[in-house]
């Protein structure tokens, strides 16, 4: 493969950093920073550009640092480890940026004055609820290799919290745990916040058979830190609790988030193993106390919450309005928000099981109308509701995105449907990866 020494001019969407051939070709080029002057060997990538694979970075960013994660480079996650965290807020801020700027004739034309600092997480490491690891041809528990089906043998994880990380190791020093493990293609691991015990999914390649329910007796009563297993695969729904009979009172995860409003008291959040949540719980708190930032209800105010899950922004939000209904279309998600309304002792919110579109027109039908709307799709974004949110939305709109250029997308869309972008406020849910969420304000 060819070498060519560039200079990256700026990382965009994906993290990748964006540089020019002296042929005037665009190569894009990972695990770089802004202003960097590094070699890269280039091969083809798609129509309009090439790939760049870093080979010597001869001009360092001035806050480049080696990377503390053993697994760096070639494990796929983690693509911005090497700069301090500081400069990675910055990074995604510009990524936003840049993806408006690329479609600023169809974007309001301040809209990059609205952009806000990057909210930054409590936790850089260690955040993430649940991590899912795949199974290589040993039997061994891996990530997949940057850009590839490669599966990297690892024995932790820099993004995974203490419980998570004993509990790969521990699987995997127990026969009936290797045994689980060489009959899946891969396990998810979830932290219960409300115990700090784990939770483990096997994805099996057959059907599971009695002697498999024993393994994971089994291994629950020997590795103390997993308190549940659950069963799924390709050809069947997930199946369970299995595991110590003392654990397996219900099959929810939880977490209470103390002193949350303002009166001192609690949030409590359920869902049921399998269902969303939010990867970085104690960044969510903030991402929710934002939402109601931006919602700013009064007591007469109707909400309707889209994609609500388990009543992530409903329950909070369902302390100040007047009433809220949420539509989602996972039936575990619907049974745990209202599990979460009953909780939380608020009887102001409906949840109606529905896909999303089908439920906006039976609402447009029935002529109803609401102060605000919240969205938070998931990484498709929402093509072809901007109208339906234009007729339902009477003031405010909150999308919540998880991906910048589906966000931009619809963006376009809902300005072109009469809305205007007052605030947009990036979130770091994912510290040490390009991943970015962004809370916008729209009003009609
Ligand atoms: C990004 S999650 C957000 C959930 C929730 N707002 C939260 O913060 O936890 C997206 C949610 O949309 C749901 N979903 C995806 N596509 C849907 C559709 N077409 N109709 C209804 N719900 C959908 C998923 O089940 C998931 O719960």
Not at 55 to 61: D, G, L, N, T, Y
Request: charged share 20%; proline share 6%; with cysteine.
């Amino acid at each position: 493969m060819a070498t060519q020494t560039v200079s990256i001019e700026k990382i965009v969407h994906g993290g990748y950093g964006l540089a020019h051939l002296p042929s005037g070709q665009i190569v894009l080029v990972n695990q770089v920073l802004p202003g960097e002057t590094v070699t890269v060997s280039v091969r083809r990538g798609k129509k309009n550009y090439l790939i760049g694979t870093p080979v010597e970075v001869v001009k360092p960013h001035p806050d480049r640092i080696d990377p503390p994660c053993p697994y760096y480079g070639r494990c796929g996650g983690c693509d911005l480890q090497h700069t301090d965290y500081a400069t990675q807020l910055t990074v995604k801020k510009d990524i936003l940026a840049d993806l408006f700027q690329r479609r600023s004739e169809f974007l309001p034309p301040d809209i990059q004055d609205k952009i806000c600092p990057v909210s930054g997480s409590p936790e850089q490491f260690h955040y993430r609820q649940r991590i899912r690891l795949q199974v290589n041809e040993n039997g061994q528990l891996g990530f997949n290799r940057y850009r590839s089906h490669e599966i990297i043998a690892v024995d932790s994880c820099l993004l995974a919290p203490d419980a998570i990380v004993e509990t790969v190791y521990r699987i995997q020093q127990n026969q009936q745990g290797r045994d689980l493990v060489g009959l899946s293609t891969e396990v998810e691991l979830l932290l219960n916040p409300a115990t700090g015990s784990t939770v483990c999914i096997f994805k099996f390649k057959r059907r599971i058979r009695p002697a498999d329910k024993n393994r994971a007796v089994t291994l629950c009563k020997a590795v103390d830190c997993v308190e549940r297993i659950f069963f799924t695969g390709a050809d069947f729904p997930i199946q369970g609790p299995f595991g110590d009979a003392t654990t397996l009172a219900h099959n929810h995860l939880s977490v209470i988030y103390p002193d949350f409003f303002e009166s001192g008291k609690e949030l409590q959040l359920n869902w049921e193993v399998g269902g969303f949540c939010q990867v970085n719980l104690n960044q969510n708190r903030q991402m929710i106390k934002e939402v109601i930032n931006l919602a700013d209800l009064s007591g007469r105010d109707t909400v309707l919450d889209l994609y609500c899950g388990m009543g992530n922004f409903a329950i909070a939000l369902g302390q100040t309005a007047q009433h809220i209904t949420g539509i989602e279309g996972q039936g575990s998600a619907i049974r745990s928000a209202g599990k979460n309304a009953e909780v939380a002792d608020i009887t102001n919110c409906t949840f109606i099981k529905s896909p999303v579109h089908q439920g906006c027109r039976s609402l447009i039908e029935d002529g109803a109308r609401f102060d605000c709307v919240i969205i938070d799709p998931p990484r498709q974004g929402a093509p072809d509701l901007s109208a339906e949110l234009g007729r339902l939305t009477r003031d405010k709109l909150i999308y919540v995105s998880c991906d910048p250029a589906t966000l931009c997308r619809d963006l376009e869309n809902l300005c072109a449907k009469g809305f205007s972008v007052t605030t947009v406020q990036p979130i770091d849910m994912f510290p040490q990866t390009h991943h970015i969420e962004t809370i916008v304000l729209l009003q009609r």
